[in-house]
């Protein structure tokens, strides 16, 4: 198999193998302080296989669960990133760059095209992605804009308009509207013709009505659980709050979608919630919806055209360097981020 590197053919693996280095920051063990298991270092430029783009990373976005991969928990996430040290030494998945080469399968993408979208290892200058997860970044954000988009923006996507389904007219309700994907979640229903509520802390109100809620709740002072005032959908992102006191805030046939739970055990974290939406689902009036969202260049494009008609813009919170890496990561798992953090490459 040959792969292509700065526009030309070699042999897959040679990259690699070869001097051709680059910055990176590398991790060898899992942990849950990124100062004490995250460095910045010089590695082998990545190869690319047939299917694949090398990507020179100008941004890469920081999202929640980037420390959950760096700390292994809960321990579920481990079965698939590796049980006793990340098979991935390279973290991040979010990536705004230009194409730097492309493998000879790959069509529509050449050197020096700018691409967002998703890989593996984007914490460094150089990261490979599969063709298909990638899409012409909108001209009209800079990178570290575009970088905010691939995996919070399309998971509210998925969220909000393939899973709740939601309609112009609908009251819906989001919970952690002030974070990454909040904030697009709340931009999202609103292109979609909702009447949409954002709940948050008294910090972030401010936020979330300036990306368009109707309606914010702040948390700290006011339970949006009573039974009060109900919502035909209610996207419930990284909290942990129990489905009985959820469903309280559903119409009858109302939709409750769980993008993410933080604070659970070590085994299966907020995860456990998932489980019991799906076995309790079929046995109540209203749709329970667990779901992880699934990275697809025609959810890039929708997503691109939202926001070039204005519908949508990345909220950026803060922007660190490369080697700052550990303190953005940190900054996020603290909860003190109000929309997306970046680093820029």
Known sequence: ?????RGRRVPAGQEAAGEAMMQ???QGRYGTAPEDVLRLA???????????????????????GTWHLMAGLPYLVRAGYGLRG??????GVDIAGTVEAVGREVTGFEPGDEVFGTGRGSFAQYAVAKAGRLAPKPASLTFEQAACVPISATTALQAVRDRA???????VLIIGASGGVGTFAVQIAKALGAEVTGVCSTAKTDLVRSVGADHVIDYTSEDF?????????????????????LRRALTPRGTLVIVGGENGGPWLGGIGRNFQASLLSPFVSQKLVAFIARQRRADL??????????AVTPVIDRTFLLGQAAAAIRHVAEGRARGKVVLSV
Do not use: F, K
């Open 1 to 5: 198999m040959m792969t292509a590197t």
């Open 42 to 64: 010089q590695v082998a430029r990545p190869a690319i296989a047939a299917d694949e783009v090398l990507v020179r990373v100008r941004a890469a976005g920081v999202d929640r």
């Open 301 to 310: 494009v929708c997503l691109s055209d939202m926001i070039d008609s204005g």
């Open 24 to 26: 990176a920051i590398v």
């Open 165 to 171: 389904r939601v309609r112009a007219g609908q009251r």
């Open 225 to 245: 659980t009573d039974g009060r005032r109900r919502y035909d959908a209610v996207v419930d992102i990284a909290g942990n709050r129990r489905l009985a006191r």
């Open 86 to 91: 990340p098979r991935i030494p390279v973290p």
